[in-house]
């Protein structure tokens, strides 16, 4: 099995900036490739940003470009983060991590996913 588990979540402002952490452990995960996904209220779950295991690919969400980064770590590649800067209130949802084998697999469909981690911004 995969566990992950997602932490930095919070209220902030409009304009503002939050990093959420993803650490995923287990022996099942092996160079996957990770993603994070968003659900705001009464709104279906959505692709937000997915990144491969090396690093060297990235994906992103219309809504999100120019303003979220997603990376992993260096040294221990079973963190992923998500910088969010010029946080808007549209930006409030619950946002997940996901994991699976390949960057297409984890947006298409990811066989893994956290708790969640809840997002509010503020206007």
């Known amino acids: 099995q995969v566990q992950l588990v997602e932490s930095g979540g919070g209220l902030v402002q409009a304009g503002g900036s939050l990093r959420l952490s993803c650490a995923a452990s287990?022996?099942?995960?092996?160079?996957?490739?990770m993603a994070w996904f968003r659900q705001a209220p009464g709104k279906e779950r959505e692709f937000v940003a997915a990144?491969?295991?090396?690093?060297?690919?990235?994906?992103y969400a219309d809504s999100v470009k120019g303003r979220f980064t997603i990376s992993r770590g260096d040294y221990a590649k079973t963190t992923v983060y998500l910088q969010m800067n010029s946080l808007k209130p549209e930006d409030t949802a619950v946002y997940y991590c996901?994991?699976?084998?390949?960057?297409?697999?984890?947006?298409?469909?990811?066989?893994?996913w956290g708790k969640g981690t809840l997002v509010t911004v503020s206007s």
């Open positions: 990144i491969s295991w090396s690093g060297g690919s990235k994906d």
């Open positions: 287990g022996r099942a995960f092996s160079r996957y490739a």
């Open positions: 996901a994991a699976d084998s390949s960057v297409s697999t984890v947006v298409a469909g990811p066989n893994y």
